[in-house]
């Protein structure tokens, strides 16, 4: 039992991908306890620095998951997440992050078995990645 | 007539005539290859106004709210007008900030400035290791002397790095020009444009940290890069916010990495590559290593390219239904 569990900060938009993770709950669909949630109105409200944030603070992923595009329902939030979204996984990765910390989705709220399907897929592409290493602030070693 | 003659003649025009109420330019400093901004507003401070090959600095970073601020409705006075010089990659860079809604296209009277590149300190230095009295510029060479002895250098062996790849030479809105137009070097098509960056893109996660990690090493965060930017005019600055603090503030590794990570991010689809950055950076960090990648980034998946136009919207103020998507699942 000395497999490595990654603690994975995830945010799911209020009106898609949490209800999404409600419904698996409900529907009693099993998915590994890695994610940590954080409830956003859209995925147009992540930040980078937000998502910087939780890499210095040694989170060995983040998961972003908000509505298909289309589905918004602030009618355009998701698609301006998308450039932002690419730009900063382009330029996170560049720089050295490993390709498979940052992952997106888009899940409706309908769409409880792709939920528990896609946190699968991320929570163990995270642990065959292991622990984080890279833009973690650790406190300076005193002697 | 020489360009620095014309662009005395046209500011002191200008200021005669009261066609604007100050001239914002470059005069030579007190070291040979060093200019300093300088607002002009009589026509006898005109004369001090220079172009050369060493007006490195971005003069948009000083067309703020403050410039324009003293003709508020309520003081009767009518908002006064600025004429800035600007060379092709400051006047993109206008263009930015009118697309940002800085001030209006009306507040500005930009007088062009045909650029052929600017010339690298740290490389001018080398040249003539022990110091330069005066620069004379005469046909793409420089004569860097001091006392009497000269060293001529071709121009071109001492661009800084951002002008041999520049896609924008001549302004690209402008009231005047300062002299003829030059040519373009065409390097918007050129397939090499974005060789440097594709170089590290070859590289593994590991390397690529590695790299990185030694570029910014010599960082002392003096914000000299964000202060000479004239995209960084956020009222507070990322790296000033205490609650909650995004930003470390020490010179560690990973404090400075977010720093500039941050920093290219907030700059992405609005940096023009012109080098103001790294040329007021005093550890000599190449940062447009993370710039020029945003620059890729938003060519490569938005077809943008920074301040070409003043009707378009920025582009993470738009979107399109075909934008890449591949990354979400």
Known sequence: ?143 | MELNDTLRDIAKKLLEEGRVDAVLGFRQSSLAHMTEPFLATTAEQADQLVFNSCCRMNLAVYLTPDLFRSGRPESGKKSPRVAVTAKGCDSRNIVTQIQENRYKRDQVHIIGLPCTGMADKAKLLAAAPEGIDTITEKNGTLILSRDGKETVVSKTEVLQSNCLSCIIRNPVIRDEMAGDPVPELDMDSHPDRFADVAEIEALSPADKAGFFETLVSDCTRCYACRNACPLCYCPVCFVDESRPQWVGKTIAPTDVMAFHLLRAFHDAGRCTDCGACEAACPMDIPMRAFTRKTIKDAREGFGWETGMDLNLRPPLDRFDLKDPGDFIR
């Not at chain 1, 792709?114 to 946190?119: L, M, N």
């Open chain 1, 1 to 143: 039992m000395n497999q490595f569990e990654p603690k994975i900060i995830t945010f799911l938009c209020n009106w898609c991908s949490y209800g999404a993770a409600d419904l698996a709950g409900v529907s009693r669909f099993q998915y590994p306890p890695n994610m940590r949630v954080v409830r956003i109105p859209c995925s147009g409200r992540v930040s980078a620095k937000m998502i910087l944030h939780a890499i210095r603070n040694g989170a060995d992923g983040v998961w972003i998951s908000g509505c298909h595009p289309g589905d918004c329902h602030y009618i355009e939030g998701n698609y301006y997440a998308r450039r932002k979204f690419y730009l900063l996984k382009e330029l996170l990765e560049y720089s050295g992050l490993e390709p498979g910390r940052l992952q997106f989705s888009w899940i409706s709220s309908a769409e409880g078995v792709k939920f528990a399907e896609v946190a699968h897929e991320v929570i163990e592409k995270i642990r065959d990645l292991g622990p984080a290493s890279r833009f973690i602030k650790r406190l300076p070693e005193v002697a």
